[in-house]
């Protein structure tokens, strides 16, 4: 890896640990874009955003429950059960060819926007 590739991913990661701590999105939406663009592939990337995200959600979860906005019961049944889920996605992940999961997660990102957009739009209607 050379210096300019290490503080470019030194700079993204850091943008993209704003990004999730701002807006509490998870390292999927942020970090697997970051590191295609850093020349990983779409099965790489995924994995190293699963590891990477562990630190920041840890810091995130810590910084959230002193604010008091944490509710341990519902992010434990959603974490457990979550475990189930990765393990099917892997192996999906890893039975798909890149360029069709690489096409996936580009829908997944439009959905997200989408999803956002509507409800940034419908929020904007109801305000007093």
Known sequence: MSAGTVALALALGLGAGVMSGLFGVGGGILFVPTLVALGLGQVEAAATSLLAIVPTA???????????????????????????????????????PEDVLRRLFGALLIAVAAQLAWRALRETRQLP
């Open 58 to 96: 840890a810091v995130g979860t810590w910084r959230q429950a002193r604010y008091g906005n944490l509710r341990v019961k519902p992010a434990a049944v959603l974490g457990i059960s979550s475990v189930v889920g990765v393990e099917a996605g892997v192996l999906a992940a890893t039975s798909l």
